[in-house]
């Protein structure tokens, strides 16, 4: 018999520039849970019962209410943003200015770039200084935008995303406009080094019904689906849901708007009215 998938219970995590809320996530800071007919268990737990031995796909809310994300870059890590709420102008930055590259030629732009970041870490200049050298983006409500490796990005205020990534803590702070919280310092010289500078911006903007695939990272894909009202969806093992608005079933469990889901097995979930799920399945 095909084991239930369950409903995740998120934990909120206080940030310089807001919070996360971490649906899959286990660190010293907080870890997630699981509400299964045994009742609720720490998402640690949850997997070892299940000889599961690595961490599953990460999943979270990112909140920035009072100011920007780091300005950083992953080299391991892939991440997968979908916009979830606008509060003011709606942009994050992605990548390099094009325009100033090209002006500049590459050498120029990462010495430019590693002296403004060099100078607002010590306190000598404003961190907008850097911004300036990156491309800014303008988001709609659902768009998803892939992250790619080693691109320099920064989710701005206001602009709320759901988040899929890779389960691992790895990054470069190329710049902070608030205080960094879990290390000493930015990482200035590794993140210049590491910025890939030619990597163009990806957004998909929502689709108005079907299967619309937004996203295909090295470890993960994520996919959008539309399902009206007695439609199913298909479910591959350890894939991590979030329901955007609608209600889905498996058997006497619903998984309602606004809520995550853990699938550990193959399985088929329903759905009770018109809904749309976003839905990152392992690779």
């Known amino acids: 018999m095909a084991e239930d998938p369950v409903l995740l219970r998120g934990v909120t995590v206080a940030k310089p520039w807001g919070q996360e809320v971490w649906y899959s996530g286990v660190e010293a800071r907080g870890e997630s849970g699981v509400y299964t007919t045994a009742g609720l268990v720490r998402l640690t737990r949850y997997l070892a019962d299940r ?3 690595r961490p599953v796909i990460l999943l979270k809310i990112l909140q920035p209410t009072t100011g920007n994300l780091y300005l950083e870059v992953h080299e391991t890590k892939s991440e997968v943003y979908i916009v979830d709420r606008i509060d003011g102008e709606g942009r994050m930055l992605l990548g390099a200015r094009q325009e100033a590259l090209a002006r500049m030629g590459e050498a120029d732009f990462r010495a430019a770039v590693r002296e403004a970041a ?14 300036s050298f990156m491309n800014p983006l303008d988001l709609r409500l659902g768009d998803a935008v892939t992250i790619p490796l080693r691109v320099p990005h920064s989710l701005l205020r206001g602009v709320h995303v759901i988040e899929f990534q890779t389960p691992a803590f790895e990054r470069k702070i190329l710049a902070a406009s608030q205080p960094v919280a879990t290390q000493q310092g930015w990482d200035v010289d590794a993140a210049v080094a590491a910025m890939d500078l030619g990597v163009p911006p990806r957004v998909v903007s929502p689709a108005e019904d079907g299967v619309q695939i937004i996203a295909r990272a090295p ?8 399902l009206a009202s007695g439609g199913s969806l298909g479910v591959p093992p350890w894939s991590l849901g979030w329901v955007v608005h609608g209600e889905l079933r498996w058997r ?7 809520t995550a889901f853990l699938a550990p097995a193959d399985t088929e979930l329903g759905a009770v009215t018109d809904a749309e799920v976003l839905l990152a399945a392992e690779t």
Do not use: M, P
Not at 118 to 131: M, T, Y
Not at 219 to 226: E, G, S
């Open 252 to 258: 006497n469990r619903r998984f309602q708007a606004r």
């Open 51 to 53: 000889a599961r031995t």
């Open 118 to 131: 060099a100078a607002a870490e010590s306190g000598r200049a404003d961190i907008e200084v850097v911004q």
């Open 219 to 226: 470890d993960f894909t994520v996919a959008r689906y539309r």
